[in-house]
């Protein structure tokens, strides 16, 4: 059987491109094909000649000069490296050494015992310069714990220091110092004496324990002492600071002092042969102490010209009797020590011992201060 006509022939196209049934297959909307139309095929990029072509062999010399290069700079950063390695350790080792030498000498360790001064100095120079006040609350600080290192020391040889009365009558003369007229922290000072003594006889009354009628009142006379040495001594420097500019004359002294120490220190470490007082310090020598002289009166006469507007010779003096003061004290605290039978006054500031250790010089220094405050007032430039 033959199939059936389904009239797909008339819907096939003939060879002109238009249907058997004559519709044409193009029309306003969609136009017919041309051909013409179609852009031509651009041309392929040119082949490059063929000597300008790398050259294999070229291309793997200069990768491995490359490589040559790069492990030559690399050896060279690694020697370098090496080289720097091996003088920072060679230097530590040095220093660790001269470090251990100081120690063994001194018995400080010189590392903690500069930055912990350049942390202490940091502080006590910022309190002056930028607002004198913060200086009360750091001298106050400094002497409660500066009382109660003594009172702890006094009490290991054998006398009976009262701790708290000690610390509460030295706050309010510390702070008369300051906040009060000078006359009147003058009869704080004796009301301070007067109660902490009484508070003495009264304890040793109720214990009862049968302790001599010397040891009473040399108790009673330490006892005085630890207010007129710390606190009293503390509310100078703050009498001071009171006064107009007297920021700057506090800087000043303190500043002597240290250098002071300093350079007796280092005169002491370099050159120091003859004992000054072998009985009381025998640490401290003669080439030390001229080491503190040079170095009070080239800070005092510097300080005095640049921070206090005094004459040269104004600085020298107040250089001089800073070094007598500190010297002074250093030595009594010095025998203080010895008599007691300790190194130092405590052990919280590694490298310097306790508070006390480094206050004995610059505590007596404020007499000197204050009185010369008054007697070269004269003299200040305007």
């Known amino acids: 059987m033959m199939p059936r006509d389904t009239g797909d022939d008339e819907s096939r196209p003939d060879s002109a491109g238009a249907p058997a049934s004559g519709i044409p297959l193009s029309d306003a909307a969609f136009p017919g094909f041309d051909a013409t139309a179609v852009p031509p095929r651009p041309p392929l990029p ?3 000649p063929a000597g300008d072509a790398l050259n294999t062999a070229d291309h793997h010399a200069l990768r491995e000069q490359w490589r040559a290069a790069r492990d030559e700079i690399g050896s060279q950063v690694a020697q370098a490296r090496g080289g720097i390695e091996y003088r920072v350790s060679h230097a530590k080792d040095h220093f660790e050494q001269a470090n251990q030498r100081i120690k063994q000498r001194t018995g400080r360790d010189l590392i903690v015992a500069i930055l912990i001064g350049i ?5 006590l120079v910022s309190s002056l ?6 200086f009360v609350p750091i001298a106050l600080a400094a002497a409660l714990l500066g009382i109660y ?38 009869v704080v000072l004796l009301v301070a004496v007067s109660f ?50 007297g ?23 370099a050159f120091g042969k003859h004992p000054m007082a072998p009985r009381i310090s025998p640490k401290k020598t003669w080439e030390g102490f001229v080491g503190a002289v040079a170095g009070s009166l080239a800070a005092g006469a510097l300080l005095a010209v640049f921070l206090l507007q005094l004459p040269w010779w104004c600085g020298l003096i107040l250089g001089a009797g800073v070094l007598a003061s500190a010297t002074l004290g250093d030595l009594g605290e010095s025998m203080l020590k010895r008599d007691l039978g300790i190194k130092d006054m405590s052990s919280w500031l590694p490298g310097h ?17 204050l009185a010369l405050s008054f007697l070269l007032a004269p003299w200040m430039v305007a």
């Open 149 to 186: 290192e003594l009172g702890r020391a006094l009490r290991t040889g054998g006398r009976r220091i009262d701790i708290a009365p000690q610390l509460v009558t030295g706050a309010v003369v510390v702070l008369a110092g300051y906040f009060a007229q000078m006359w009147l922290s003058w």
């Open 46 to 48: 040119a082949e490059p």
């Open 247 to 269: 920021q700057w004359w506090v800087l000043s002294f303190i500043a002597i002092a240290v250098m002071a120490d300093t350079c007796a220190y280092a005169a002491g470490l």
């Open 129 to 134: 310069i930028f607002f004198k006040w913060l």
């Open 196 to 245: 902490v003594a009484v508070w003495r006889m009264v304890a040793q009354m109720i214990a009862a324990d049968g302790r001599t009628y010397g040891d009473v009142l040399a108790d009673v006379v330490v006892g005085a002492f630890v207010q007129v040495y710390v606190p009293f001594l503390t509310s100078l420097a703050l009498m001071l600071l009171s006064r107009e500019n």
């Open 119 to 123: 942390v202490f100095g940091a502080v």
């Open 353 to 369: 011992g306790g508070l006390l250790d480094r206050l004995d010089s610059i505590l007596p220094s404020t007499v000197p201060a």
